[in-house]
C-alpha cells in the first residue's frame, strides 16, 4: 500500500525537475553561446597578437551587453540567465577556492582586514553624505551606500526590506550601478602602471572598489592570477560585512525589521563564501591532490565566463535613461570615494 504513494511522489519530483530544467533550459542555452562566442574571440585574439588583448572574461560581458542592447531575450530566457549569472558564479567561486594559495594571500597580515573592515564603514558613511548632500531621500541613500560600499545588489536586496524601501528605490539603485560596474572592469587596469602597483596591491584595489563579485573576477584575474585570487579574497571579506551592516540597520528600523522572518545563516554569509574558505584551506594543509587543483580551476574558469556571458546579458544600457541625475552622480561620487580609499590603505 506504500508502494503507490512513493512511486507517485517519485514522479512528481521527477516531473518538477523536468520543469526547472526546461525553464532554465533556453537562458542557459544563451548564456553558453555568448561564451562560446567569447571564447572564439579571445583564441582569436591570441593568434593575431600573441596574447588576447581583452581576456574571455571581459568579452563575454561585452558579447552580453551588445546582444542585450540589439536584440532583447526572450521572457522564456530569463530564468536561465539570472540562474547562471547567479548560481553558476556562486559554483565558481566555490571551486576557486581548490586553486588559491592561503598563506600568500594573507601574507599581509591582520592589517589588511582591519583595512577591509574601515574602508567599508568610510565608504559606506562618504556614499551616504553624497547622496543625501545630493538630496536623494533616506532610503535610496542607504541603498546606493550599501551597494557601492558592500557587494552591489545582493546588499541592496538584503537591505532593502530592513529600511522598507520602495521598489522604484531598489530599481533605481541597482540599473545604473550595474552599467559602472563594467566600466571599472574596462577601466581599473588601466591604473596599474601610473600608480605602479604591484600585482598584489592591483588584486586589493579591485577587491575593495568594484561593485559586485563577477566584476572583481574581470577586473583582476586578467590582469595576474594573483591579482585574482587576492581580489576575490578580498572582495568576499567585504560580502562578510553585510551581516553586521544588516544588523546594524535592522537595530535603527525596528519596525520594518520584524517583518523580516526567522534568522537564517546564509541571509548574511553566503554558501559559496564558506565553501571558497573551506577548500582554501583543505589547500592550505594538502588535502586537495595538486593534480585537482588544475582540474577545479579549469572548471572554474569556463563557469566563470559563462557567468560573465549571463552578468552581460543582464545589463540593459537603456536604463541609463530611466535613471535620475542625482542617482548618477551619487553612485559615481561614491566610486571615486571609495578609489581614493582603496589607494589610500595599500
Same mark, same amino acid.
Given at each position: 500500500?506504500?508502494?503507490?504513494?512513493?512511486?507517485?511522489?517519485?514522479?512528481?519530483?521527477?516531473? =518538477?525537475?523536468?520543469?526547472?530544467?526546461?525553464?532554465?533550459?533556453?537562458?542557459?542555452?544563451?548564456? #553558453? =553561446?555568448?561564451?562560446?562566442?567569447?571564447?572564439? #574571440?579571445?583564441? @582569436?585574439?591570441?593568434?593575431?597578437?600573441?596574447? *588576447?588583448?581583452?581576456? &574571455?572574461?571581459?568579452?563575454? #560581458?561585452?558579447?552580453?551587453?551588445?546582444?542585450?542592447?540589439?536584440?532583447?531575450?526572450?521572457?522564456?530566457?530569463?530564468?536561465?540567465?539570472?540562474?547562471?549569472?547567479?548560481?553558476?558564479?556562486?559554483?565558481?567561486?566555490?571551486? %576557486? @577556492?581548490?586553486?588559491?594559495?592561503? +598563506?600568500?594571500? %594573507?601574507?599581509?597580515?591582520?592589517? $589588511?582586514?582591519? @583595512? #577591509?573592515?574601515?574602508?567599508?564603514?568610510?565608504?559606506?558613511?562618504?556614499s551616504y553624505g553624497i547622496s543625501r548632500a545630493l538630496g536623494l531621500p533616506h532610503t535610496l541613500a542607504v541603498l546606493v551606500a550599501c551597494g557601492n560600499s558592500i557587494c552591489g545588489n545582493s546588499a541592496i536586496a538584503a537591505v532593502a526590506p530592513v529600511i522598507r524601501a520602495d521598489?522604484?528605490?531598489?530599481?533605481?539603485?541597482? &540599473?545604473?550601478?550595474?552599467? %559602472?560596474?563594467?566600466?571599472?572592469?574596462?577601466?581599473? *587596469?588601466?591604473?596599474?602602471? *601610473?600608480?605602479?602597483?604591484?600585482?598584489?596591491?592591483? @588584486?586589493?584595489? =579591485?577587491? %575593495?572598489?568594484?561593485?559586485?563579485?563577477?566584476?572583481?573576477?574581470?577586473?583582476?584575474?586578467?590582469?595576474?592570477?594573483?591579482?585574482?585570487?587576492?581580489?576575490?579574497?578580498?572582495?568576499?571579506?567585504?560580502?562578510?560585512?553585510?551581516? +553586521?551592516?544588516?544588523?546594524?540597520?535592522?537595530?535603527?528600523?525596528?519596525?520594518?525589521?520584524?517583518?523580516?522572518? *526567522?534568522?537564517?545563516?546564509?541571509?548574511?554569509?553566503?554558501?559559496?563564501?564558506?565553501?571558497?574558505?573551506?577548500?582554501?584551506?583543505?589547500?592550505?594543509?594538502?588535502?586537495? +591532490? &595538486?593534480?585537482?587543483?588544475?582540474?577545479?580551476?579549469?572548471?572554474?574558469?569556463? $563557469?566563470?565566463?559563462?557567468?560573465?556571458?549571463?552578468?552581460?546579458?543582464?545589463?540593459?544600457?537603456?536604463?541609463?535613461?530611466?535613471?535620475?541625475? +542625482?542617482?548618477?552622480e551619487a553612485v559615481t561620487g561614491s566610486l571615486l570615494v571609495l578609489l581614493v580609499l582603496a589607494v589610500s590603505l595599500i
Amino acid at each position: 500500500m506504500t508502494a503507490a504513494p512513493i512511486s507517485q511522489t517519485s514522479r512528481a519530483q521527477r516531473s =518538477a525537475i523536468r520543469r526547472t530544467v526546461g525553464a532554465l533550459a533556453p537562458g542557459v542555452a544563451l548564456a #553558453i =553561446a555568448v561564451s562560446l562566442a567569447s571564447l572564439a #574571440i579571445a583564441a @582569436g585574439e591570441q593568434r593575431a597578437f600573441g596574447h *588576447p588583448v581583452i581576456e &574571455a572574461l571581459v568579452v563575454a #560581458i561585452l558579447v552580453g551587453m551588445v546582444v542585450r542592447t540589439l536584440w532583447a531575450p526572450p521572457a522564456a530566457a530569463e530564468a536561465g540567465v539570472r540562474f547562471s549569472a547567479k548560481q553558476v558564479l556562486e559554483v565558481a567561486i566555490f571551486l %576557486l @577556492g581548490a586553486s588559491v594559495d592561503l +598563506p600568500l594571500l %594573507l601574507r599581509a597580515g591582520p592589517a $589588511l582586514a582591519v @583595512g #577591509i573592515v574601515l574602508l567599508v564603514v568610510l565608504g559606506i558613511c562618504a556614499s551616504y553624505g553624497i547622496s543625501r548632500a545630493l538630496g536623494l531621500p533616506h532610503t535610496l541613500a542607504v541603498l546606493v551606500a550599501c551597494g557601492n560600499s558592500i557587494c552591489g545588489n545582493s546588499a541592496i536586496a538584503a537591505v532593502a526590506p530592513v529600511i522598507r524601501a520602495d521598489r522604484e528605490h531598489v530599481a533605481s539603485s541597482i &540599473a545604473f550601478t550595474a552599467i %559602472l560596474g563594467v566600466v571599472v572592469v574596462l577601466g581599473l *587596469p588601466l591604473l596599474i602602471h *601610473p600608480l605602479q602597483l604591484s600585482f598584489y596591491q592591483y @588584486g586589493v584595489v =579591485a577587491g %575593495l572598489t568594484v561593485y559586485a563579485v563577477p566584476q572583481v573576477l574581470a577586473a583582476a584575474f586578467p590582469v595576474s592570477v594573483l591579482s585574482g585570487q587576492v581580489g576575490t579574497l578580498v572582495k568576499l571579506v567585504r560580502v562578510l560585512m553585510l551581516g +553586521p551592516v544588516v544588523l546594524f540597520f535592522a537595530l535603527t528600523h525596528r519596525e520594518a525589521a520584524a517583518s523580516r522572518g *526567522p534568522f537564517r545563516l546564509t541571509r548574511f554569509v553566503p554558501w559559496f563564501i564558506i565553501g571558497f574558505l573551506a577548500l582554501a584551506c583543505l589547500r592550505s594543509t594538502g588535502a586537495i +591532490p &595538486a593534480a585537482w587543483v588544475s582540474a577545479t580551476r579549469a572548471l572554474s574558469s569556463w $563557469l566563470t565566463v559563462g557567468a560573465m556571458a549571463a552578468l552581460g546579458l543582464g545589463v540593459d544600457l537603456k536604463a541609463i535613461s530611466r535613471v535620475g541625475r +542625482p542617482v548618477i552622480e551619487a553612485v559615481t561620487g561614491s566610486l571615486l570615494v571609495l578609489l581614493v580609499l582603496a589607494v589610500s590603505l595599500i
